[in-house]
């Protein structure tokens, strides 16, 4: 018991959800997604460096736009080649980050994310991607309603209308309790600390 009690407070309580980036962009709207899009790549890019560096879990929680047969390897291949290959090439998942498949907006749909986060341990999550005023937020609102402390850096969401994501990302803050914070702002090591102090108190 002591020692499993050891490996829990090894983990680090916070993960961060990397949303829908491996994309087709094969829709009516794509265009306009894109555009607005191309601005988050190194942000996001960045922001996962810097959690890797604290040893902060990464999870990309993505729809497989219909390649159901498909492994994360073969969606990131299929993806590459198409409309935002660049994009996608920029923020494809390491082999050694978490991969989920959704199949409709929200992560938790349908979904082993709830089970993969119960058993990382996780408090806190930090959520970026695309589309933000569409499944950035129905994920949030699902991990709001599960207890979860939010992070949603403006700085690493887009909509394919700005509007829309400014309207998002204050539904966020406002409702469910998200920062909203650029990611450059985030003090990884500060947030870290808090969701460990969560987790004691949540433990006694």
């Not at 265009?31 to 810097?50: H, V």
């Not at 040893?55 to 390897?73: E, L, M, T």
Request: hydrophobic share 35%; charged share 25%; with cysteine.
């Amino acid at each position: 018991m002591e020692k499993q009690d050891q490996h829990e407070n090894n983990k680090i309580p916070v993960a961060l959800l990397i949303i829908d980036v491996i994309n087709d962009f094969n829709f009516p709207e794509a265009p306009l997604l894109l555009k607005t899009s191309a601005p988050i790549a190194d942000k996001i890019y960045d922001l996962k460096k810097r959690a890797k560096k604290e040893k902060i879990p990464v999870i990309y929680v993505n729809d497989n736009f219909g390649q159901w047969q498909s492994d994360k390897h073969k969606l990131v291949d299929y993806c590459s080649t198409q409309s935002g290959g660049e994009f996608v090439k920029k923020l494809q998942p390491d082999d050694d980050d978490f991969f989920v498949v959704k199949p409709k907006h929200s992560g938790f749909f349908s979904t082993p994310l709830s089970t993969l986060l119960n058993e990382l341990s996780i408090q806190t999550l930090i959520l970026c991607g695309v589309a933000g005023n569409i499944c950035v937020l129905f994920t949030a609102n699902d991990a709001y309603m599960r207890g979860y402390t939010l992070y949603a850096p403006a700085d690493c969401s887009a909509s394919n209308i700005e509007e829309d994501n400014e309207r998002a990302l204050i539904l966020m803050e406002k409702t469910l309790n998200a920062d909203i914070s650029k990611s450059e702002d985030l003090d990884l090591k500060a947030i870290i600390d808090q969701a460990n102090e969560n987790k004691h108190k949540t433990m006694y």
